[in-house]
Antibody
Framework: EVQLVESGGGLIQPGGSLRLSCAAS????????MSWVRQAPGKGLEWVSV???????YYADSVKGRFTISRDNSKNTLYLQMNSLRAEDTAVYYC??????????WGQGTLVTVSS | EIVLTQSPATLSLSPGERATLSCRAS??????LAWYQQKPGQAPRLLIY???NRATGIPARFSGSGSGTDFTLTISSLEPEDFAVYYC??????????FGQGTRLEIK
């Protein structure tokens, strides 16, 4: 059974850093495209970043230069390093597995709150 | 960047009725469009991929159609569990995987 479990969210001050983790089971992270998608409170979905199976990475303009997506193949885990956090980064962050036609598996999400 | 516009923003219907949700793209995405359902406090769930293909385990009452810039998600006969928010996402110019703003399907 495919499972994605995020952790690492919490309350952080503006300008701070946080690293989110997403532990995967039932499939191999490094063999798939893996994304982070976020959702601000009461708002819609916003795609954040993707890492391809080959290792290429892409970011939304809103986070480029501040966020870094990575993975640890030995731990079958996906990460999102978030630096220079802003109030507008406050959201539930989902990790997700990408297939050709859509995002077929999602974690339960972890809440990041950026506030002083 | 491709912009997706969903309509209506809110749709009020009763169980048993037919629901028709629209998603319009600012430029052609061919058939590279997905639909998701999200219930309160839950992660999104993939319903439809490549505009018209149901994802694994999705009931036959859900169907998708369209190509180019205009797409439709149809729920043939609403069940109580179908009341949720629905998002479309373009997969043509991906990444970024832009989403529509969502349509809230509520009980009338």
């Amino acid at each position: 059974e495919v499972q994605l479990v995020e952790s690492g969210g919490g309350l952080i001050q503006p300008g701070g850093s946080l690293r989110l983790s997403c532990a995967a089971s039932g499939f191999t992270v490094s063999s798939n495209y893996m994304s982070w998608v976020r959702q601000a409170p009461g708002k819609g979905l916003e795609w954040v970043s993707v890492i391809y199976s080959g290792g290429s990475t892409y970011y939304a303009d809103s986070v480029k230069g501040r966020f870094t997506i990575s993975r640890d193949n030995s731990k079958n885990t996906l990460y999102l390093q978030m630096n220079s956090l802003r109030a507008e980064d406050t959201a539930v962050y989902y990790c997700a597995r990408e297939e050709d036609g859509g995002t077929d598996y999602w974690g339960q999400g972890t809440l990041v709150t950026v506030s002083s | 960047e491709i912009v997706l516009t969903q309509s209506p923003a809110t749709l009020s219907l009763s169980p048993g009725e037919r629901a028709t949700l629209s998603c319009r793209a600012s430029q052609s995405v061919s058939s590279y469009l997905a639909w998701y359902q999200q219930k309160p406090g839950q992660a999104p769930r993939l319903l439809i991929y490549d505009a018209s293909n149901r994802a694994t385990g999705i009931p036959a009452r859900f169907s998708g159609s369209g190509s180019g810039t205009d797409f439709t998600l149809t729920i043939s006969s609403l069940e109580p569990e179908d009341f949720a928010v629905y998002y479309c996402q373009q997969r043509s110019n991906w990444p970024p995987g832009t989403f529509g703003q969502g349509t809230r399907l509520e009980i009338k």
